[in-house]
Nanobody
Framework: QVQLVESGGGLVQPGGSLRLSCAASGDFFSIAVMNWRRQAPGKQRELVASISSGGSAVYADSVKGRFTIARDNAKNTVYLQMNSLKPEDTAVYYC?????????????WGQGTQVTVSS
């Protein structure tokens, strides 16, 4: 059974840092593209960062230079290091796993973790 569990969210002051973790269960992790997405109140969900099975990363323009995505395939865990946080980073952050087999496409989500940036 596939399960994604996020942790590490919380309240932080502007300019501060947080590290989100997403622990995955299941046999898919090493082949999956792992994404962090976020949704702020009243806004559409957006892609924050993505990392391929081989470790190539892409970022939204709004977080480039501030956020870093990484994965540890031995621990089935993906991380999002968030530095220089801004109030506009406030959102629920979701871990998302996507992969394809010869038979099907898969797309799983975690329950989300709240990140609030405020003084």
């Amino acid at each position: 059974q596939v399960q994604l569990v996020e942790s590490g969210g919380g309240l932080v002051q502007p300019g501060g840092s947080l590290r989100l973790s997403c622990a995955a269960s299941g046999d898919f992790f090493s082949i999956a593209v792992m994404n962090w997405r976020r949704q702020a109140p009243g806004k559409q969900r957006e892609l924050v960062a993505s990392i391929s099975s081989g470790g190539s990363a892409v970022y939204a323009d709004s977080v480039k230079g501030r956020f870093t995505i990484a994965r540890d395939n031995a621990k089935n865990t993906v991380y999002l290091q968030m530095n220089s946080l801004k109030p506009e980073d406030t959102a629920v952050y979701y871990c998302n796993a996507q992969w394809t087999t010869r038979k099907d496409e898969y797309d799983y989500w975690g329950q989300g973790t709240q990140v609030t940036v405020s003084s």
